[in-house]
């Protein structure tokens, strides 16, 4: 995939603990969330190409960093010390501070992009950011939203399952969300596993997501066969589209600030 440099990443979250709140790269255990993840940034290249860029809660900073390939600048915002101090030291192409989401510490219409993937999740004050990202806008400017759907990520429940998101989404609220936070031109996608992730999805008892997860909830003890297949995922193994929303595994929003 064009920009990606997976050669460049082994390792890179070596100092970071999993803590199950961030995805960090060169762990082979957590191959399949990294390109889950790896995936939608790829997806933005485009949009941030020459342009001033804002990732709000930027994490362990691999997909900062892979902006930056292609953006005039980008500015990595995350409200963990430690992991802002360990992406600016990884990362020195990116401008990397510690702040909080909901009092962005940039002025009115400084950046032409706001990238915020797998974040909004984990914001008690949802509405409130995304009038912060609306607020550092210039006109025109993009904003790029993911998180996981509330409808597959946590069926059947109000509440989340991860104890580290505060309020999860369906594509519909996301939508809502974004629009009532005064952006224009909303679009929301979908990321589905392609053909190959679904066949492994059959090997292992009908999802390869329940069959990684019960590793964790139990004895910790990776099958052989699994964690080849989970090492072996690539970011070309999912599918990100509009339509069939609710069937989705994480949302995109892609809107603009009038």
Do not use: K
């Not at 510490?105 to 912060?132: G, K, M, N």
């Not at 492994?200 to 910790?220: E, F, I, M």
């Amino acid at each position: 995939m064009p920009g990606v440099r997976s050669d460049e990443r082994t390792g890179a979250g070596a100092t970071l603990p999993l803590t199950g709140e961030r995805t960090v790269p060169g762990i082979t255990e957590e191959n399949y969330w990294f390109r889950r993840h790896e995936v939608v940034y790829a997806a933005l290249l485009p949009r941030c190409r020459d342009a001033v860029v804002l990732e709000a809660g930027c994490g362990e900073g691999y997909g900062a960093d892979l902006l930056a390939g292609v953006a005039r600048a980008v500015v990595g915002l995350d409200y963990d010390a430690p992991t802002a101090a360990h992406a600016a030291r990884r990362y020195p192409r990116v401008h990397v501070a510690r702040a909080n989401l909901v009092a962005l510490p940039l002025p009115d219409a400084a950046v032409d992009a706001v990238v915020s993937l797998q974040v909004i999740e984990h914001l008690w004050e949802q509405e409130r950011f995304l009038r912060e990202c609306r607020r550092v806008l210039r006109p025109g400017g993009a904003l790029a939203v993911s998180t996981p759907n509330r409808i597959t990520f946590s069926p059947g429940r109000d509440t989340p399952l991860n104890p580290f998101h505060t309020r999860e989404l369906s594509g519909a609220e996301l939508a809502g969300l974004v629009r009532d936070a005064g952006f224009a031109d909303v679009e929301v996608q979908g990321l589905h596993h392609g053909p190959r992730l679904r066949a492994l999805d059959a090997r292992h008892g009908g999802s390869l997501v329940d069959a990684q997860t019960a590793v964790v909830l139990g004895d910790g003890t990776w099958p052989a066969d699994l964690l080849r297949d989970v090492a072996s995922v690539t970011a070309d193994d999912f599918v990100l589209r509009a339509g069939d929303l609710d069937a989705s595994l994480d949302l995109l929003a892609l809107a603009r600030r009038p």
